[in-house]
């Protein structure tokens, strides 16, 4: 008592008027710690692999396998080999980080719109059941931990169930995320294009320099989370003259952090503007990892329609635009035009 605390602002700002309150302890800000939270399992190596130096730059898969016949199981450890020399004229940028965010996801599971959403009921397979019962597997960023809050960080220092080659999301029963990326890739080896390929990480790592060696950038189906570092990096690359193809929908736009040393870990936060599985919590509307605002990037000023020319709008998935019976009076036409 009857110490002095001072208070410095700079010279030339206006005088500020002080006053004295009293703080006290906010439980909807307090630290929580989650028994389902999972960021690194931890694991030791079973099994190191010496890539050949030569290999070329793409994606690909550890197969693992075991059993028999109709007992055979099969799981697949996907990795990506970028060029240690960038020589190709194109390039494919994975969007790794939308895959962190939706890793493991159980939206099929306990969304409460989710059929409303989707029109149809869900087609569920051996592996998402086995990902929805067990919880050491780890939660997706559109998940919510056992006391309600949602989950902010998604790493892959665990199995990522849904980042496979065959998967396909329940909801739509559609490819989703690498399995929907590939597809682009079996045009481009199909084609006979030489490309090479990139990751969120390199480009968040290395900025407008992952991209300013080639001719043309293809981006993935959805590449919806982007860090700051990320989408200047694009905006210079195409404002440079660089052709970039947006070969996906729902592109750039929700916010996401990568700490500096850790990129195997994305986070995410989520305020109360746009489509949000959950609202983050007073006080914690902001990434711990960048300090960047959770929110759609529309919302701080950077749309996506600025950036590529089309963007997400607000919207329900409706099976027809036409009444019944215009759908079933109205006469078919062929490709020229001709009934």
Known sequence: MGNTVGVRVPP????????????????????????????DCNWKATKVVTLPRELKSGCYAIRLRSGSGESL???????????????????????TLTYLAFANERLSFDHPEREALTGQPAVLSEIDIEMYRRFDFGLSTYDTHADGSGVCYSSYHRPIMNMRPKYRMPSLDVPMGLAADLSVIAWLDQSDF????????????????????YAC??????????????????????????????????GFNA?????DGEPWIVECRRRDDGYKPWISRYGEHYMATDGMRGDPWKVLGRATQKLVGIGLAPGRRRRSALPEWAQTSRPRCGPNGNG
């Open 12 to 39: 030339s700002a206006p005088s500020p008027r002080l006053g004295l309150e009293s703080l006290y302890f906010f439980p909807e800000v307090a630290d929580r710690r989650h028994a389902d939270a999972l960021t």
């Open 255 to 259: 916010t996401a952090g990568l700490r």
């Open 194 to 213: 030489e490309y090479e390929v990139l990751t969120d990480e390199d480009l968040h790592r290395d900025g407008p320099a992952a991209l300013s060696p």
């Open 217 to 250: 950038v293809i981006s993935g189906a959805r590449p919806e989370y982007y860090t700051e570092r990320m989408l200047d990096a694009t905006e210079d690359y195409i404002a440079g003259g660089g052709r970039y193809i947006y070969a996906g929908g729902n």
């Open 73 to 95: 199981s099969e799981e697949h450890v996907v990795f990506f080999v970028r060029p240690e020399k960038p020589r190709a004229r194109i390039a494919f940028l994975f969007p």
